[in-house]
C-alpha cells in the first residue's frame, strides 16, 4: 500500500519502543528495571477514582460539548488564574483527551508548509515530529548543561527568522529537569511581542517542582492573546492512562480548534471530565506525597550517578527525570543505552531519542521506588566499570 508522502516525515516516541523491548527480554527471564517511562508508579488518588464510578453511575457516558463539560471549564479557569496570576475566560479552556492534543491541534491551526517553529532540543520528541508532519521546519533551540539545560536569550533571537511562526517552550522539561527562570521567560515573551509570535507554553510538570515558584510565559504583558497553554492531568494526578489534558486558547482560535477536535476525537470521556473535577478541587494530600517522595528519590540518584566514573550529572529542578553525560563510556547515547538493557537489566532511554542535542546523554526515569532505584544504580556502576577502566 502506497503511504502518503507525509507519513514519512512522522517521528515516534521512544520510549515505548524501549519498553516494548524490555519486556520481551524480562518475558525470557531478565530481572529488567524499567526507568524509561515517564509515568508517575503511584496510584491515581482514591477520591478522584471514586468520582469516575460515581459519574459513570450517574449516566455520565454519552457525548459531552466537544470543548469539554463547562463545569470543568470553570475549574480550570479558576485553576489557571490561581496557579498563574492571570484572569481565565472558561470559554478559552478546552479540554481534550490527553495532552498531546493540544500540541497537534494548535501546530495544525497556525503553522503552514514552510513555516518555521522553534522548539527545544534536546526536547519532548512529538514536537519535531508534529512540525514536520505538517510541512514546517523545526529549528531547534539547543539546551545545554553547562545552563543546567536551559538556554540565553542571545541564542533564541538568534534563531529567529521572518519565517518563524511559533515557539515551543517546556518548563519544567522532559527529559532533563532543567526550569527556565523567570527573566529568562520575560527575554521570550519581549522576542514574542515584538516578532508577533505565537507561544506554545508546555506545563504539564508544572506541579513537580524541587525548588522555588512555578512561572509561565503568560504572566507577562501582551501573552496572554499570544499564548497557548498545555496542561493536563497525567503527570500531576498519575493519570497517565485517563487521557486527559486541556489547553488555554486565545479567543480567535476556539472555534478552529473546536472544530479539529469534532473532525478527529468528538469530545473528552465526560465520566473522566468529572474526575477531573475531583481532581482540581480536592484534596492535595497524594500530589505532595508524590513529590516529596520523588524530592528523595532524585536526591539519591543524582548523587549515586556523579559517584560513578565516566557519568556526571546536574541537578534538576523540576519532573521526574535525570539526564547524565555518559561521553566519559566511550559510548554513543544510543550504544550506552542499549548495553545497559542487554548487560545491566535497566531500560533507560539514549538522549538522540529527544533530539540531536541528545547525543552523550541518556534519560533516567526516577518514577520507581528506592529500593529500585538503588539496584539499578548498583548495576548500572558495575556495567559501566566493565567500560571505565
Not at 527480554?25 to 515517564?38: R, T
Not at 488555554?248 to 474526575?275: D, E, G, M, W
Not at 565516566?310 to 523540576?318: A, E, F, T
Not at 519532573?319 to 533507560?348: H, K, M
Request: with cysteine.
Amino acid at each position: 500500500m502506497k503511504l502518503a508522502e507525509r507519513m514519512h516525515r512522522l517521528g515516534t516516541e521512544s520510549a515505548f519502543e524501549v519498553a516494548a523491548r524490555a519486556r520481551a527480554l524480562e518475558a525470557q527471564g531478565s530481572p529488567m528495571i524499567h526507568l524509561e517511562i515517564g509515568e508517575p508508579d503511584f496510584d491515581t488518588p482514591a477520591h478522584i477514582r471514586h468520582a469516575a464510578c460515581d459519574a459513570l453511575e450517574a449516566g455520565y457516558t454519552h457525548y459531552g460539548p466537544a470543548t469539554g463539560l463547562p463545569e470543568l471549564r470553570q475549574v480550570l479557569a479558576k485553576h489557571i488564574e490561581r496557579t498563574r496570576g492571570l484572569a481565565a475566560d472558561p470559554e478559552n479552556v478546552i479540554v481534550t483527551p490527553g495532552a498531546k492534543p493540544i500540541m497537534f491541534y494548535a501546530i495544525m491551526a497556525l503553522v503552514e508548509p514552510g513555516d518555521q517553529v522553534i522548539y527545544p532540543n534536546p526536547g519532548f520528541p512529538i514536537y519535531e515530529s508534529m512540525i514536520n508532519f505538517i510541512g514546517g521546519e523545526a529549528i531547534p533551540l539547543q539546551l545545554s548543561e553547562s545552563r543546567g539545560f536551559g538556554f540565553e536569550i542571545e541564542d533564541l533571537e538568534a534563531l529567529i527568522s521572518d519565517r518563524t511562526r511559533m515557539i515551543i517552550l517546556n518548563s519544567p522539561q522532559n527529559p532533563t529537569g532543567g526550569v527556565l527562570p523567570r527573566e529568562t521567560l520575560a527575554g521570550i515573551a519581549r522576542l514574542a511581542v515584538q516578532h508577533d509570535l505565537v507561544v506554545l507554553a508546555d506545563e504539564i510538570y508544572s506541579d513537580i517542582l524541587y525548588e522555588g515558584t512555578h512561572h509561565s510565559v503568560l504572566e507577562f504583558p501582551g501573552m496572554l492573546e499570544r499564548t497557548i497553554l498545555l496542561d493536563g492531568f497525567s503527570k500531576t494526578y498519575a493519570m497517565t492512562g485517563w487521557r486527559l489534558g486541556y489547553g488555554l486558547f486565545p479567543a480567535a482560535l476556539i472555534p478552529h480548534i473546536s472544530r479539529l477536535i469534532i473532525n478527529s476525537v468528538s469530545c473528552t470521556a465526560s465520566f473522566s471530565q468529572k474526575a477531573a473535577v475531583a481532581a482540581i478541587t480536592g484534596p492535595m494530600d497524594d500530589v505532595e506525597h508524590m513529590v516529596a517522595e520523588f524530592r528523595k528519590r532524585r536526591a539519591l540518584v543524582i548523587a549515586r550517578l556523579n559517584e560513578i566514573k565516566g557519568l556526571r550529572c546536574v541537578m534538576p529542578h523540576g519532573a521526574f527525570y535525570a539526564f547524565p553525560n555518559i561521553q566519559g563510556t566511550g559510548l554513543d547515547s544510543r550504544a550506552y543505552a542499549d548495553y545497559l538493557l542487554t548487560q545491566a537489566d535497566v531500560a533507560v532511554l539514549p538522549g538522540t531519542a529527544f533530539g540531536q542535542f541528545g547525543e552523550g546523554y541518556i534519560r533516567i526515569s526516577f518514577a520507581n521506588s528506592l529500593d529500585n532505584l538503588n539496584e539499578a544504580l548498583n548495576r548500572i556502576e558495575r556495567a559501566t566499570a566493565r567500560l571505565v577502566k
